[in-house]
């Protein structure tokens, strides 16, 4: 089985959980991460933050696209006159659980559920039907996101993708947290705190109380 990783919107905290996540399973689980949508590398790559922060303990696939400017994936491939084949993803995908039966992937979305992935309108929510794997909503927890987060949800359900949790990242906030869950009628998962600094030791630190209930056991476990 394997799990995908997937956000409210940008910069909520999506690597940092699958770094978190990755570094609390890979002692369980033979596992690998992959992205394989990304935008930005001019900048930073997620791939190798993720090498950098637990690729010790896990197998780094490469991405299937990867664009510098650091804008939606469908302008991304636009302004270098490339095309995003969600179909070239999906396969990509398949020979992987067929090569490598046992290994549980990470797969780390891009965005926001809804945003494009082709000028044609295809979306991340599209993609992640044909993937059809359970889904890891990760969530700001911080002031606009009761509003974002249950959207989110509610996207999700009306597509039928499985949700299997969330995941709140920032200052812990009692109140969001349950509100969340209760109009949600979801589980949190975890909630991870802000790091003092990206490193591996702090990241191993903040695993050690991810998924106290080990409620993504099921998701990794072999098929």
Same mark, same amino acid.
């Given at each position: 089985m394997s799990l995908v990783v997937v956000g409210t919107g940008t910069e909520v905290g999506k690597t940092i959980t699958c770094a978190v996540l990755l570094s609390r399973y890979a002692g369980t689980f033979k596992l690998a991460y992959w992205k394989p949508i990304a935008t930005g590398s001019a900048e930073d790559r997620d791939t190798?933050?993720?090498?950098?922060?637990?690729?010790?303990?896990?197998?780094?696939?490469? +991405?299937?696209?990867?664009?510098?400017?650091?804008?939606?994936?469908?302008? *991304?491939?636009?302004?270098?006159?490339?095309?995003?084949?969600? +179909?070239? /993803?999906?396969?990509?995908?398949?020979?992987?659980?067929? +090569?490598?039966?046992?290994?549980?992937? /990470?797969? +780390?979305?891009?965005?926001?559920?809804? /945003?494009?992935?082709?000028?044609?309108?295809?979306?991340? *929510?599209?993609?992640?039907?044909?993937?059809?794997?359970?889904?890891?909503?990760?969530a700001s927890s911080t002031l606009g996101t009761i509003n974002h987060t249950l959207l989110t949800i509610e996207a999700m359900r009306s597509r039928d993708l499985q949700l299997v949790g969330v995941v709140l990242n920032g200052p812990r906030n009692r109140e969001n947290r349950l509100a969340i869950e209760k109009f949600g009628s979801v589980q949190i998962v975890s909630e991870i705190e802000p790091l003092s600094a990206l490193s591996p030791e702090n990241v191993l630190r903040a695993s050690r109380g991810f998924d106290r209930k080990a409620l993504l056991e099921s998701s990794l476990k072999r098929a």
């Open positions: 190798s933050v993720i090498e950098r922060l637990c690729g010790h303990g896990i197998n780094i696939l490469q +991405e299937s696209y990867l664009f510098e400017p650091p804008v939606s994936p469908h302008l *991304a491939a636009r302004l270098v006159r490339k095309r995003i084949d969600p +179909e070239l /993803v999906v396969q990509a995908l398949k020979t992987y659980q067929q +090569e490598n039966d046992g290994r549980a992937l /990470v797969i +780390e979305g891009i965005g926001g559920l809804l /945003v494009p992935l082709t000028t044609a309108g295809y979306l991340l *929510a599209d993609l992640l039907e044909e993937m059809s794997l359970p889904c890891l909503l990760v």
